[in-house]
């Protein structure tokens, strides 16, 4: 049987592209001599479609497409996934997350997905109504299964933990299935696809059967998709695995030789090309073509900005560096190498000109002539003004670069290196952006080398370091992974050589700044916990650590 794999980049509510990519991948396969096209979960809506579910006018439209993608189809079957309605109408919710199976103008199957993820960023169970059985379908002489995403998730063996009742999977091997077919929007994480390899491998050895699985890859809000389809043998062996982070359309044959599953791709890497591509389709699926960066001459602002001349080019991309009278020559020198190495636009505007009215109304306001963070802070916001009125009036976004361990506790400034339409390193370890930078520089030194290497620092005061009021980032980010990521708390943390003084105190401050991550631009989720909709902490809360003191 010969299969034609569409890993395509679909986008949220544009029904009309999103089945003229479904239309091409099916027209690509057909010239190639495929028996099967396969294209990704929600293909027609695109994945995750949200509260337009809640929008009759979305749905009857998507249906549409549903019906005009059936009509199109010939003797090779289409796969492809779209919402369906729930017949049953008088209860439930009102529609499914199905998988299509379509050929010579009729449906042969529509298999709704059994298992619905509610937890992290997923919220199917908002939206969706489960199915209640799976069914074999015939092509080709095969009993083949469908199945859709989180529907081969079910492995408690091998996850850790029983998340489901029903196992689709079995159910379906119980019907004497041939060959199993999974159409998918799995969000990519760091390490997540030779999780899902070594899950899909098990299932194909386990039952005797091959298994073709199809990934959306691209980007929609802070999600990230890797693509990274992948074919594997009745004995567990990979026989094709798809380009990670890119589109991607191949015939593959079942009877194909085994290769190496897993592309070489370190943990550096990885993130560094799911941030690029992130970053391209937020800023474009968004109306977007320009982006404008604060350069600090620091390490953030840098990987930054690289990132984005790699996504976008480096015509979309200005930078802007505001010195204020705590900045040192060599920041400006840095962030000015930077804008030249990357040959993107530069400007520089001094803040202090626009600082000195503040300090002098401070002074005013508070009746005594002081320097405190309020000062400080009051720099971050002049520079975020700034950057907004170059969005302002160019129309360009702002990207903001501030990382996951300084938002974790705190270390940014509303209204100041917060703003922006979106938090590219929001879910990356300021230990891991070194590790980027290292990357970004593969081939030339794009991001100078003192940025790499000095102190970092907010310079908002005179000798500033990140270290005056924060560990060292090995040490925070050691701490907050494991709390974060791996929902330790205070004496496992402590357990594994952490200061159990510090760890209390990093606990709290990540507890306590949960506001102020609330207010911030959305990021790109390369972690298997990032802040947003995937971490549902409340703000307003008095849970803490000490003993219960109670009233007798």
């Not at 890497?269 to 992130?278: C, D, K, P, Q, Y």
Request: with cysteine.
């Amino acid at each position: 049987m010969k299969i034609y794999i569409g890993q395509i980049n679909t986008t949220v509510g544009a029904l009309s592209s999103n089945a003229e990519l479904i239309r091409r991948a099916y027209d690509e396969g057909v010239a190639a001599g495929a028996d099967i096209v396969m294209v990704p979960e929600l293909a027609v809506t695109g994945y995750p479609p949200r509260d337009l579910l809640d929008r009759t006018v979305f749905v009857d439209a998507a249906l549409d497409v549903r019906d005009a993608l059936v009509a199109m189809t010939g003797d090779t079957v289409l796969i492809f996934g779209c919402i369906t309605k729930n017949e049953r109408g008088w209860c439930g919710k009102p529609v499914h997350n199905s998988a299509i199976v379509a050929q010579n103008g009729k449906v042969l199957l529509e298999q709704h997905k059994m298992l619905l993820p509610t937890y992290d960023v997923f919220d199917e169970l908002r939206y969706f109504e489960p199915a209640t059985s799976v069914k074999i379908v015939e092509l080709f002489g095969k009993r083949v299964g469908v199945s859709i995403c989180e529907d081969f998730w079910y492995d408690d063996e091998r996850m850790g933990f029983k998340l489901y009742c029903d196992n689709p999977v079995d159910q379906l091997a119980r019907q004497d299935c041939e060959l199993f077919l999974n159409i998918s929007a799995s969000p990519f994480n760091s390490g997540k696809r030779r999780t899902r390899y070594a899950l899909f491998s098990e299932i194909a050895s386990r039952y005797h059967a091959p298994v073709v699985y199809v990934n959306q890859v691209g980007g929609n809000d802070e999600l990230l998709f890797d693509g990274s389809s992948i074919v594997i043998d009745a004995e567990g062996r990979t026989i094709f695995c798809a380009n990670a982070f890119e589109e991607h359309s191949t015939l593959v044959e079942l009877a194909g030789a085994p290769c190496d599953s897993i592309q070489a791709l370190d943990e550096a890497e990885e993130i560094g090309r799911a941030l690029i591509l992130g970053m391209r389709d937020y800023i474009r699926k968004c109306g977007f073509r320009d982006v404008v960066i604060g350069l600090s001459g620091g390490i953030d602002s840098a990987v930054t900005a690289a990132i984005a001349v790699e996504a976008l080019g480096a015509e979309h991309v200005t930078g802007i560096a505001m010195p204020s009278k705590f900045s040192s020559q060599g920041s400006i020198d840095d962030a000015r190498d930077l804008a030249k190495n990357l040959g993107i636009a530069f400007h520089i505007v001094e803040i202090d000109p626009v600082y000195q009215p503040y300090e002098q109304t401070f002074n005013a306001l508070f009746g005594e002539e002081k320097f405190d963070i309020t000062n400080e802070n009051v720099q971050a916001r002049i520079r975020g003004n700034i950057l907004m009125a170059w969005s302002n009036r160019t129309g360009a976004m702002v990207v903001s670069t501030g990382n996951k361990s300084e938002l974790a506790v705190g270390y940014c400034t509303l209204y100041g290196d917060m703003c922006g339409g979106l938090a590219l390193l929001g879910d990356v370890y300021k230990t891991m952006v070194y590790r980027v930078a290292e990357w970004l520089n593969r081939d030339r030194a794009v991001i100078p080398r003192s940025s790499i290497t000095k102190a970092p620092s907010a310079e908002l005061r005179p000798n500033q370091t990140d270290q005056d009021s924060l560990p060292p980032y090995d040490v925070l980010d050691g701490i907050l992974k494991l709390y974060i990521e791996d929902w330790k708390e205070v004496d496992e943390i402590a357990a594994t050589g952490f200061d159990r003084a510090l760890v209390e105190k990093i606990l709290k401050m990540t507890d306590t700044n949960e506001f102020k991550r609330r207010q911030g631009a959305p990021t790109i989720r390369v972690s298997s916990k990032a802040f947003g909709s995937g971490r549902q902490m409340p703000i307003a809360q008095r849970w803490r650590r000490e003993p219960a003191r109670w009233v007798h």
